[in-house]
């Protein structure tokens, strides 16, 4: 069985991740979503195994001490994680996984599955980006400069992936997310190992 294609989705708070993801998962059957494991207790209307796997802090460390972790962040205080065991075996049923971490996870997921496919989310501008952490209306002022300087930070990153969405107009952006996902399965060297009976069998 063709093995499934690893898409790491990354963005500064605000581009409009989590909406395009979301987007992508309600579009295309085909893809699933990796959650991650954290150490923060949920927030309102959070629900374990379907936001995050919550778990205590020293449940975590064990998690890193047995090399069970395919990568892991400690931001602001908590940890984030994502099982490379979960992946694993995701990828061999055939399943397209998607990641949606931070530049430092996306750099630890590269070096394990060089062949991981990286979709970097930028806001049209910085204006833009710092009105709409303003409009969600849950921060207070020195947390959205604090989020403003780690979007800098992060955007600095975006070279480093394989392609780059410029999420302007929503619509077009989720167009942009879902063309690249049936793209990537169009490649020849995938469909070659999955139609290769048919094509054998059309060339006579």
Known sequence: ???????????????????????LLAGDANVQLSISFTSRAPRVGEVDGKDYHFVDRATFEAMIARGELLECAEVYGNYYGTSQT??????????DILLEIDTQG?????????????????????EVLEQ??????????????RRMAEARAEIGHAEEFDY???????????RDIIGIVRAERLRLTRQVERHGAL??????
Not at 1 to 23: D, E, H, R
Not at 132 to 145: C, H, M, S
């Open 1 to 23: 069985m063709t093995q499934g294609n690893i898409f790491v989705v990354t963005a500064p708070s605000g581009a409009g991740k989590t909406t395009l993801v979301a987007a």
């Open 132 to 145: 709409r952490l303003k409009n969600r209306g849950k921060d207070a002022d020195e947390v959205i400069a």
């Open 106 to 126: 996306a750099e630890q997921v590269r070096r394990l599955f060089p062949d991981a496919i990286g979709l970097f989310v930028l806001p049209p501008s910085l």
């Open 199 to 204: 094509i054998a069998s059309l060339k006579g």
């Open 86 to 95: 979960w992946i694993t075996e995701a990828r061999a049923s055939g399943r």
């Open 164 to 174: 780059l969405i410029v999420n302007e107009h929503i619509d077009e952006a989720v």
